[in-house]
């Protein structure tokens, strides 16, 4: 996840170097996109049943956002416009709570629907095994 939104934001930092009045429109796309493959891919874990994922998805969460802070800088710094140093101070302190609430909160709203959805499945399959067991006695 960290380097899926450095990624996003380099690439929204190039967009605003050659075309600045069209950010907006652009902007909202990026962040659809990226809470999309947050809640997808942990909607999809919870589906699967993975074991511990809720803890999983926080330290994805509170590791993504100062690593994703890194990678915006350097990504900056090589691809852009020169960023220097002086911007790491502020991606890795309020970039980084972004990015880490942009991962968390989806990811919550996906494991908790995936977890609706997987759960219902295997609900079906419970009930059905206890419906062909003989009765006893």
Not at 56 to 70: D, H
Not at 74 to 92: K, Y
Request: proline share 3%; aromatic share 6%.
């Amino acid at each position: 996840m960290a380097v899926l939104h450095a990624v996003a934001a380099v690439a929204l930092a190039k967009v605003t170097v050659y075309q600045p009045t069209d950010l907006t429109v652009i902007t909202a796309v990026v962040l659809a996109l990226l809470v999309g493959a947050a809640a997808l891919w942990s909607a999809i874990d919870a589906w699967l049943g993975l074991d511990d994922r809720s803890r999983v998805w926080f330290i994805a969460a509170l590791v993504s956002g100062p690593v994703s802070g890194l990678l915006t800088v350097l990504g900056r710094s090589l691809l852009v416009d020169q960023t220097g140093l002086n911007a790491l101070g502020s991606a890795l302190t309020g970039g980084a709570a972004f990015t880490a609430l942009l991962v968390l909160v989806p990811a919550g709203l996906g494991l908790f629907v995936g977890s609706r959805i997987g759960g219902s499945g295997r609900a079906g399959e419970e009930s059905d095994q206890f419906s062909r067991a003989e009765p006893a006695g």
